[in-house]
Structures are given as C-alpha cells and as structure tokens.
C-alpha cells in the first residue's frame, strides 16, 4: 500500500480525470451556453495542472529544475486568474455604477 502513495501514477490518473472534467465542462458550455464559460477557469486548471506536476517529479525523483518550473508555473497561472478575477470584479463595479 505504501508503494501506491509513492508512484506518480495516482497523480496522473488526477491529471486525467482533472482533463475529462475540463473538457466535460466546454462541451456543456458550448451545447447549452449554460455553466462556467471555459475562460472564467482556465488559469485555475492550469495552476491545479501545473501543482499535480510538481508532485508527479517529486515522486518520480526528478531533478529539483523540473519541480521547480512547474511550481513557477503554477503560481504564475495563479496570479493571472487572480489578475482575471479582480478586473471582472471592477468591471462588474463600474456596470453596476453607470
């Protein structure tokens, strides 16, 4: 059981089932035009991604460099969808106000 914690294959079944929900998500959108709209999310996933491949190198004892990028990566995509949250907030201010 403890060999089961310590494979990446967990953290690449999470990958796979995260990507199945992303693309579950856009054909809802686009039949319906109902739900989360695939931009109001994508900087979310891709920082979500970006923190499950961090810890597939750490468990695949990859060099530090590659650990390292996708967790670079990850806050990266975290501040573009704060970025993204806060200037739709302001924008939805200002409607509100006109």
Not at 52 to 61: E, F, G, K, N, T
């Amino acid at each position: 059981m403890d060999s089961l914690w310590r494979s990446a294959w967990l953290v690449d079944a999470a990958i796979v089932i995260t990507l199945v929900e992303w693309l579950g998500l856009v054909i809802y959108h686009r039949l319906t035009g109902r739900g989360l709209t695939p931009r109001s999310f994508q900087w979310n996933l891709v920082s979500g991604l970006c923190l499950m491949a961090a810890l597939r190198c750490a468990l695949l004892d990859l060099a530090w460099i590659w650990g390292a990028g996708c967790l670079a990566a990850s806050g990266a995509a975290h501040l573009a969808y704060l970025r993204q949250r806060w200037q739709r907030q302001r924008a939805s201010r200002q409607a509100f106000l006109v």
